[in-house]
Each structure stands twice: as C-alpha cells, then as structure tokens.
C-alpha cells in the first residue's frame, strides 16, 4: 500500500477511490461521476453483474468482496492502492426492519471495518453515506445538520453512528470525513427494498409503461434528492474535503419536500398514460411518517458551492423519464 498523502486542501486527480456497494444504485451513480472527471475507480460488492455499471465495466477494477470480512476490503484497498472508500454498502431500512441481526451484520461490522481498515492501511479518506432516516421523530418540518436526533428505525440508528464513528476517526486518526444526509435518493434503476422507495417508483414504473400502486398516503411528504444532484454533491465535498468547515451534509433536490401526489401529478404530465393508484401500507407509512418533511439544504449550498440542478419537480420527473426510456436495458426494473 502507498503511503502517498494528497495536498489537505483537496483530493488529487490520481486519487484511487474503492466504493462498498458499487454495484448498486447510488455507488454506480457515484462512480460514473468519479470516471467523468478522471478518477480511478474500483467497485467492490458482493455481486459482480450489477447491471447499472454495464456501461462503464472497461473503466472501472471490480473486486468480489463483502465488507463484513475485514480481509477481503483490506485485500481490495492494498490490490488497487485505494486512498478513499465511499462506503455505500447497507441494507436498507424496510429490509433492516424485518431482519434485525443481517442489518446488525451488514450496517453496523461493515461499517466498522470500513473504518477500521481506513486506519490500518493509512486512507487518506471516507466518505459516508447517511440518510434522512438520521433524524427522529416529531420532526415534521424542515430541519438543519444541528437539529439533534434520536432515530426511530434500526437504519437510522446505524446511520446516526456511522456519522459519530466518522467524526471520532477524523478527530483521533486524521482520516479525513464527511457524511451526506441523503433525502430519498430517486432516480432511474433504483430498486424497491426501502420505505421510501415509493418516490423512485412512481416515477420509473410509468417510464418504463407499467402501472404502480403508491403504499403511502396522497400527502406523504419526504426530503427527495435525485441522483444526479446527489453525485455532484458528493463530489463537490470529497474534493474540497481537507479544508471543509462542516462534515456533515443535508442533500435534497427539490425545498420544500413534495407529497405523494405531487409527484404522481407531475408523471402523468410527462406519461399521460400513466397508471398510478394509492393504497397506503401501515407498516411503510409509520416508517415515513418518523422521518421529516424537509431538509435544510443551506449549508451545503454555501459551504461547497453547489446547488441542485433538478429543483423543479417538472424538470426532473421529465429527464428521469427520459433516461428510463433511453436506456430500458439497463434500467428497467421487475
């Protein structure tokens, strides 16, 4: 392993940068916009096939690994001279619900090791993926990184610690760190497996000519980010990461937070054959309902220079469509 360091104001172009979860829907977003402005990339994940990665396979190292086995991320790390993980590896919120010890497995050893093979093998970087589900309940409003939170999902508290597992490593190793509170990332190809994945559905089931049936309320209200904003975010952190002033991030694309039904409007504009129906799931809606309405996206705007580029419902419901229909081989979903 190099023991080279990058200049502590910003991340080098030579960087290498290992993503957990590569295969899956944000990693491969992530990684795309890594390649577009020449970084190394490897993917590591326990499935080698994903199919969102199809059109980068030539640009990108793929290593087989699971991160609950210390071993085989450091064996990664150490093969491709990695100087930064994205850890975007867990299982997510819905799936952790109804298997407790797989999230134990997977959201909390995994993370772990993350961040303990970033200490061993002396990493420059990590980034984290948080999430909305970060904060607790009764905040039906639009919050700040500041609001304090207790999570009422098994993901959330996860998620919460690997914020604070970030922050210790940074301040006890130097490793450098931020965390994303991530809206519900949407966007084309993302799969079911999360309560909120009711705001990709409705959008990518009509794309792809197919009805769907929404499990939330009509005025269900969460943060949303779409993919793409989410990426240039990312990356507007991680290369400004050694001199940033916070280390924690909201993300969303669209202030205020739209409800269910807004969402469901704005496709049928874009697909006016659009077959979208609402019966609510109690167990999903609570989920939903112990997450807020809205985040405060303030600091990320000021603090990295970015904004996001999909802030109008209209406009993103419109590319999501677009990209859905351009490219139905890789991002059809069943």
């Known amino acids: ?77 150490k093969t491709y001279d990695v100087d930064t993980i994205m850890h975007y590896a867990a299982l997510l919120s819905s799936a952790a619900e109804a298997d407790p010890q797989r999230a134990y497995k997977i959201n909390l050893e995994g993370l772990w090791n993350v961040f303990e093979v970033a ?97 939330v309320p009509k005025d269900s209200k969460i943060p949303i980010v779409y993919v793409k904003d989410a990426a240039d975010a990312t990356l507007a952190a991680y290369e400004k990461i050694g001199n940033l002033k916070s280390r924690i991030y909201n993300l969303a694309s669209i202030v205020p937070s739209p409800r269910a039904k807004d969402i469901a409007d704005a496709v049928k504009k874009s697909v006016p054959s659009a077959r979208i129906t609402f019966k609510p799931d109690p167990k999903t809606t609570e989920i939903v309902k112990s997450w807020p309405i809205g985040l405060d996206i303030t600091k990320a705007q000021n603090e990295l220079g970015w904004k996001p580029k999909y802030s109008s419902l209209n406009v993103l419901v419109n590319d999501f469509v677009n990209e859905v229909r351009r490219r139905l081989d890789m991002y059809t979903i069943r």
């Open 1 to 77: 392993m190099s023991t080279r360091r990058v200049d502590p104001s910003r991340v080098s172009t030579v960087s290498v940068v290992l993503i957990t979860g590569g295969m899956g829907f944000l990693g491969s977003y992530i990684a795309k916009e890594l390649l577009r402005r020449d970084y190394d990339v490897v993917l590591l994940d326990t499935m080698v096939d994903g199919i969102l990665t199809k059109d980068v396979r030539d640009k990108v190292k793929i290593f087989k690994g699971d991160i609950t086995i210390p071993a085989q991320l450091a064996e990664a790390v």
């Open 119 to 215: 200490r061993v093998m002396d990493l420059d970087a990590v980034i984290f993926a948080s999430s909305v589900a970060a904060y607790g309940l009764g905040l039906r409003q639009i919050v700040k990184e500041n609001t304090y939170t207790i999570p009422h999902t098994l993901y959330g508290i996860f998620k919460n610690l690997g914020e604070m597992l970030g922050l210790w490593f940074y301040r006890k190793y130097g490793i450098k760190f931020v965390a994303f509170r991530y809206g519900s990332v949407i966007g084309p190809g993302r799969r079911d497996g999360g309560a909120s994945a009711y705001s990709t559905l409705t959008i990518q089931k009509p794309a792809q000519g197919e009805p769907y049936v929404v499990n």
